[in-house]
């Protein structure tokens, strides 16, 4: 559960509401996106939704910095590689190649700086999941992808981001049409700064073609570690 809160939005085209993560059934997988600097709520995020969803899948983490306090729990109930693996992904394809989709498996990659044109992330994000495999990608800048990559994203959870150019990237890529046409492109980005303040995420759901702006509820994150 997210926190409702009593205010309205910043802005009134995107509206703010409780969370919600409606996955496509078990027999398939799914891609989420969790954008934002450091400090802007990510890893939290990136840890509930693996508590509340993923919890009984099978999850690879992808990181360089396996050895980092964030993933203490992560670490209890995840097999960690200290680098991006293509190979343990395309594993993960085989075994369900040959037992009729019978596993569910979850893909953690943290910030895969350099891999945005690497053929197995194409795979992984865009038909993998008609293999029950789902990816959760974490990163700091949306170049991290390709347009291929960016527009087969089931859910894209955009956080705080501490450059301008990496909001300007964001806006572009994903919400230009949401904010009025008298809008400067500056405008848009102004918004932007206002609606991710105090860890806000905006969520877009393009399987539901549903957009709404949300944040944790620190007391759900409690329960959800207890």
């Known amino acids: 559960m997210l926190a409702e ?3 309205s939005a910043p802005s009134e085209h995107i509206p703010t509401r409780k969370f919600d993560l409606p996955l496509p059934d078990a027999r398939y997988g799914a891609s989420i996106l969790l954008l934002g600097s450091t400090r802007s709520g990510k890893t939290t995020l990136q840890n509930y939704i693996h508590k509340e969803y993923f919890d009984k899948v099978m999850t690879c983490v992808h990181t360089w910095s396996p050895q980092s306090g964030i993933y203490s729990e992560l670490k209890k109930r995840s097999v960690f590689m200290p680098d991006y693996r293509p190979d343990i992904i395309n594993e993960t394809y085989q075994i369900n190649k040959a037992c009729n989709n019978r596993y569910r498996f979850l893909h953690i990659v943290d910030d895969v700086v350099g891999k945005k044109n690497d053929p197995m992330l ?3 994000l865009t038909i993998l999941r008609n293999s029950r495999i789902s990816a959760m990608i ?9 347009a291929i990559c960016r527009s087969n994203i ?3 959870f955009l956080g705080y981001l501490n450059s301008d150019m990496a909001i300007k990237k964001v806006v572009e890529a994903y919400l230009r049409t949401y904010f009025p046409k008298h809008y400067s492109v500056l405008d848009c980005m102004r918004e932007y700064k206002t609606m991710t303040a105090n860890k806000y995420f905006i969520l877009i759901d393009n399987i539901h ?6 944040k944790l509820d620190l007391d759900a994150v ?5």
Request: charge should be positive.
């Open 5 to 7: 809160e009593e205010h």
């Open 209 to 214: 073609g549903t957009i709404c702006r949300t």
């Open 138 to 146: 974490t990163g700091q800048e949306l170049s991290i992808f390709n």
């Open 222 to 226: 409690a329960r959800a570690r207890s």
């Open 154 to 156: 089931n859910f894209v």
């Open 122 to 124: 194409m795979r992984l």
